[in-house]
């Protein structure tokens, strides 16, 4: 791997002077930026399915690192962290893997992609770490603008019945939001009150309180995409159009460009719209039903070489009155 004695080498901090003299361009080759995937609710870092992701990222950038995040190296705990825990101190755990992975921390920048909850808890960690940076995220099926209602549990799935049954009977209280995953990111606007006070997660990271944290909106701004895939017939997040931060009651959906987040510029979602670095896109199928060509086509777009030049998002706009 070139980058590893060129790019890298030269951004420690004992070569920071040599780098100065040696004009960045020289030193651009095809080596892909690593990436980092953070899986969703019920998966865990070692599935089959996030290798063979991995493989094909490796396949689409020839000699990508893929990195999974991961807040057990158990594969079961981990699985069992996508339901249980205190999202503060989860993301902590991944800025502090990061930030001493000795490949990563060297690196100029990494590529990121977020399954479903994965996606929110991966702008968790570029808001409030994002060391090393995040260039491009792409995010399926998140929920950006949260859940208004719980996801059915498979059947004989007991780890997720017994965190949905305690959240369905207290969401908002202290014991609930420090332990059950999913109640950190539940958004209501009927509650939006108790949502404000007592959201653990969500309502910090979107910075919907009255103190805005002017970090969150720095580091989002400097990211070069941030994509949004929606699943047409999603029906387990519930408003599937919380995949592209949209706000949903009832009936009534309001686009991410209509509502106060983007219009104040809370976390920086305006600035990359305006520089054509958000999109939102719409894949066919249920939750997480992904293909292999469309995830390659997403790793050719929006990943490989560091210093390698993106096709600029059209301007989103209000899709309604587009239609
Ligand atoms: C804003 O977020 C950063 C990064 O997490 C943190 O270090 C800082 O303390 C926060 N600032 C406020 C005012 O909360
Ligand atoms: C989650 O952990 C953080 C850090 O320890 C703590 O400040 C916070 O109060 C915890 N959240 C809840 C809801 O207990």
Not at 10 to 16: I, K, S
Not at 154 to 173: F, I, N, Q
Request: net charge negative; glycine share 6%.
């Amino acid at each position: 791997m070139a980058w590893l004695t060129t790019i890298f080498g030269l951004l420690t901090a004992a070569n920071l002077a040599r780098s100065a003299a040696v004009p960045a361009s020289t030193l651009i080759d095809d080596t892909p930026l690593p990436l980092i995937i953070w899986h969703g609710l019920g998966d865990n870092y070692a599935a089959d399915g996030i290798a063979s992701v991995a493989e094909l990222a490796q396949e689409a950038n020839p000699g990508t690192l893929v990195y999974v995040i991961r807040i057990d190296d158990d594969a079961s705990a981990d699985r069992s962290a996508t339901f249980f825990g205190n999202i503060t101190l989860q993301i902590k755990k991944v800025c502090e893997d990061l930030a001493t992975h000795p490949i990563l921390s060297t690196a100029p920048a990494v590529d990121a992609l977020g399954f479903s909850q994965g996606g929110q808890l991966l702008r968790g960690y570029i808001e409030r770490c994002n060391k090393p940076p995040v260039r491009s995220l792409v995010t399926f099926g998140s929920q950006h603008n949260g859940v208004s209602k719980f996801q059915a549990c498979e059947m004989t799935d007991w780890v997720c019945k017994g965190a949905l049954g305690l959240l369905r009977s207290s969401t908002w209280s202290s014991f609930v939001q420090s332990r059950l995953v999913p109640a950190q990111y539940f958004r209501d606007l009927t509650q939006y009150d108790q949502y404000l006070e007592h959201s653990n997660f969500l309502a910090d990271i979107n910075n919907e309180r009255v103190l805005k944290n002017k970090t969150y909106e720095k580091h989002m701004e400097s990211l070069e995409q941030f994509v949004m895939y929606m699943f047409e017939d999603d029906t387990t997040v519930i408003p599937k159009e919380s995949g592209w931060f949209a706000e949903v009651i009832g009936e009534d959906i309001t686009p991410l460009v209509d509502t106060a987040t983007y219009k104040e510029n809370w976390i920086g979602l305006k600035t990359l719209n305006e520089k054509g670095a958000l999109s939102f896109l719409t894949t066919p199928g249920r939750h997480m039903s992904l293909s292999d060509e469309l995830l390659t086509k997403v790793f050719k777009d929006y990943y490989g070489p560091y210093g390698r030049s993106f096709k600029k998002a059209g301007e989103a706009v209000n899709w309604q009155e587009e239609l």
